[in-house]
Structures are given as structure tokens and as C-alpha cells.
């Protein structure tokens, strides 16, 4: 939550439950916030919560209370469970205090914000006994939640080993990060000679492909307001990882650079997971400050901790993420090329994709999908800003 945010808010959400409501003035049962992504959120109570809900969904009132307590039953239950399953990771049986409470529910909870309305209606029709068993199938990594990054050189080391951070963990910590810069080195260089080749390939029609991939509409825009930095970043990591010429197998700038023989083993190594590694989707679930964030599927619910220093810095719950994951060494990268978008687009931009894959009449899995068209991804950012097609 930003500052002007805090401030919108600053003095509204009173004890026990209750706020003041920016829609009838009164102090009453919080429902909830109105446009909490904008620049300027509104709160309203339960009362008018209930009365918006109904009229947006053509509803009576009546059932949308009815719709909403059942809603808060089953998060409240998925809350529950994944507590119990925190405590018994953490070896105990209740919070050491409210700080660590709020750092699991707070992950628990923007897990549980990747599931869509469409996943979240279908768990209500199970009973309680089959969402325990559901729910408990929903993996979660609680070993960086269990690390509490950023602890003192001499404090106790969060592992329970009785030594020293500094003696313990902070060692292997180091490591990784220094192991972690040198695959990243292997890749850049990787990035370097794949540019290399696009640019001294005659094959390649970069016209053509600029529109294919942003559309005619959105270049022309790009001719006369000049493309950002950020486009032609978003374009190269298409055309360097996506892009296949007719029906090859494997991405056409991926396969040269195999066939070139000028790569180091681990240079090759990084190519190959590259071939593996789809463009997709993930919220933001958990940051480790200063080493990396723990990224979630929004379509196949995996999570991934990837190694990213810059990253964890400005990484934010809940914001989404179109990027590329892929293993180098025994660590997962992100890609170069990133676009952050706000936790709220998460429907509009599931549905936009899936109508792509609807539209192509596909039976494959949605990463098989995503790793053939990959271009989807530069024309979704054109309808997410509103531009022309």
C-alpha cells in the first residue's frame, strides 16, 4: 500500500471491526475497499459493500450476503489450515508474536489472491472435510518464510542451530549469492551473442516481426511517439526466446546459438533451460529482501523462488509478473526482460490469455501453449494500457 494511499485511509478503519464509510458516512461494519489498486481507494462498509455487490451482479441483497459469508467461510478455512501448517514447519505450536503472525498470514493470503473468482467459487461447492483435502494438497514454501531475512551477523541463527548467523547460514547465504552472479555473467553473455546473431541475420524481417508481435496499429504509434527502452526490451526477449521460424521445434535465435559451437558449457546449459523455460504469468508471493521472491503460476499454482537481488527490492505483494523462469545451475532465474502489473488485473488479464488459447483451439497444457506463443504477451500489454490493437 503506497503513501497516498495510507493517507485516503488515515483515520477510517476504526477497532473492532468497524470503519468509516466513504459511500454513506457512517461507522459501521467494515465490507471492504472500493478501486484498492486506484490512486484513490474508498472504503466502504458492510451494508453498502452488500448493496454495490447486488446491483453488480444482478442479484438481491439477500444473496449477496449469502454469497459473501460463504466466500469468507472458505478463505477463513484456508487461512486456518495453512497456520496449523506454518506452526508445525516451525517446529511449535503457536505465533512468537504478532510480527511473525502477520508475515505468515500475509503469505498465506497473497496465495490464496492467485486463485481466480472462477477456483474460488468452485471450492464452496465442496463440504469442509473435502477442502481440508484440497487445501492441503495447495503446496507452500515456508522454509524462506522460516529464514527471517535480513537478521543480525551475531544474532541467533534463524535454523535453530544455536550458532551464530554469521557461523551458520550466512555462510551458505554468501554462497549462493556469489554462485548466483556467476551464472547470471554466463547469461548475460548468452544475451550478448544471441542480440549478435539476430542482428547479423539476413532471415530475419525485423520489420515484419516488430508488427507481428505488437501489432500494425501499435507501430505505427511506436513510429510516431518513438518505442521505450522498456518495448524494445519486451521485443528482443520475444525474438531471442519465442520466436520459431515455421515449424521448428525449437525458438530460431535458441537453436542458432546450439548450433554455433562458440558456447561454454555452462553458456549452453543456460540456452537449453532457456528452450524449457515458457513465458508466463506469477504473482509475487513472499520477497526475500536482498536475495529473491518467491514467484506463483497464476495457471498452474507452482511456486518458484528465483535468485534476484534488484528484483527482490522493488518486488511487491501481489503484483503480477510477466516473465520467464529458468534454471541455471541448481538456482531459477528470471529472465531479463519483465513487466510488473497490478494484483487486480489478475482476472482480465487470465481471461484475455485463455481467450487466445480458446481461440486457437488448443488442447495442450497452458505452458505447452504459452511456450508456442509467446507473442500473445506484447499484444495482452497493448489491451492492458487501452491501445489500439
Known amino acids: 500500500m503506497n503513501g497516498k494511499m495510507k493517507n485516503n485511509l488515515d483515520g477510517k478503519i476504526k477497532d473492532g471491526g468497524k470503519?468509516?464509510?466513504?459511500?454513506?458516512?457512517?461507522?459501521?461494519?467494515m465490507g471492504g475497499l472500493l478501486g484498492p489498486m486506484s490512486k484513490d481507494p474508498q472504503i466502504a462498509c458492510y451494508d453498502c459493500m452488500m448493496r454495490i455487490t447486488a446491483e453488480e451482479k444482478g442479484i438481491s441483497i439477500?444473496?449477496?450476503?449469502?454469497?459473501?459469508?460463504?466466500?469468507?467461510?472458505?478463505?477463513?478455512?484456508?487461512n486456518r489450515i495453512k497456520i496449523e501448517e506454518y506452526l508445525s514447519a516451525a517446529n511449535k505450536g503457536v505465533f512468537d508474536g504478532i510480527d511473525e503472525a502477520n508475515e505468515a498470514i500475509r503469505y498465506i493470503m497473497n496465495v490464496w489472491n492467485t486463485f481466480d473468482k472462477e477456483e474460488k467459487a468452485a471450492f464452496e461447492q465442496n463440504s469442509d472435510k473435502e477442502l481440508a483435502a484440497i487445501y492441503g494438497n495447495i503446496k507452500m514454501n515456508w522454509k524462506y518464510l522460516l529464514k527471517k531475512p535480513g537478521q543480525g551477523r551475531n544474532e541467533p541463527c534463524a535454523?535453530?542451530?544455536?550458532?551464530?548467523?554469521?557461523?551458520?547460514?550466512?555462510?551458505?547465504?554468501?554462497?549462493?549469492?556469489?554462485?548466483?552472479?556467476?551464472?547470471k555473467k554466463n547469461d548475460t553473455s548468452v544475451i550478448r551473442k544471441g542480440m549478435k546473431l539476430i542482428t547479423g541475420n539476413s532471415v530475419l524481417d525485423t520489420k515484419l516481426l516488430i508488427e507481428y508481435y505488437w501489432g500494425e496499429k501499435r507501430l505505427e504509434l511506436a513510429r510516431e511517439e518513438g518505442a521505450?527502452?522498456?518495448?524494445?526490451?519486451?521485443?528482443?526477449?520475444w525474438l531471442m526466446n519465442d520466436y520459431y521460424l515455421r515449424d521448428?521445434?525449437?525458438?530460431?535465435?535458441?537453436?542458432?546459438?546450439?548450433?554455433?559451437?562458440?558456447?561454454?558449457?555452462?553458456?549452453?546449459?543456460?540456452?537449453?533451460?532457456?528452450i524449457k523455460a515458457p513465458k508466463s504469468v506469477y504473482a509475487v508471493t513472499l520477497t526475500d529482501k536482498g536475495k529473491g521472491v518467491l514467484l506463483r503460476d497464476i495457471f498452474t499454482h507452482k511456486e518458484t523462488f528465483i535468485y534476484d537481488r534488484r528484483f527482490s527490492e522493488t518486488a511487491t505483494d501481489g503484483m503480477l509478473v510477466f516473465c520467464r523462469i529458468f534454471n541455471s545451475g541448481q538456482y531459477n532465474l528470471i529472465s531479463g526482460a519483465y513487466r510488473g502489473h497490478h494484483g487486480n488485473s489478475l482476472l482480465e488479464i487470465k481471461k484475455l490469455i485463455m481467450e487466445e488459447y480458446s481461440n486457437l483451439k488448443q488442447t495442450c497444457e497452458i505452458d505447452q501453449f504459452l511456450r508456442r506463443h509467446g507473442e500473445l504477451f506484447g499484444r495482452l500489454e497493448v489491451k492492458l494500457r487501452g491501445e489500439p490493437p
Open 62 to 78: 439477500a444473496e449477496a450476503k449469502r454469497q459473501r459469508e460463504k466466500m469468507f467461510k472458505v478463505s477463513n478455512l484456508f
Open 228 to 237: 521505450t527502452q522498456t518495448d524494445e526490451y519486451d521485443y528482443n526477449e
Open 19 to 29: 470503519c468509516v464509510c466513504d459511500i454513506c458516512g457512517k461507522t459501521a461494519r
Open 248 to 274: 521448428e521445434k525449437v525458438p530460431f535465435v535458441l537453436k542458432r546459438l546450439l548450433e554455433d559451437g562458440s558456447l561454454s558449457e555452462h553458456e549452453r546449459m543456460n540456452v537449453e533451460a532457456r
Open 159 to 183: 535454523c535453530g542451530s544455536g550458532k551464530k548467523y554469521k557461523k551458520c547460514c550466512l555462510i551458505q547465504d554468501e554462497l549462493d549469492n556469489a554462485i548466483v552472479e556467476e551464472w
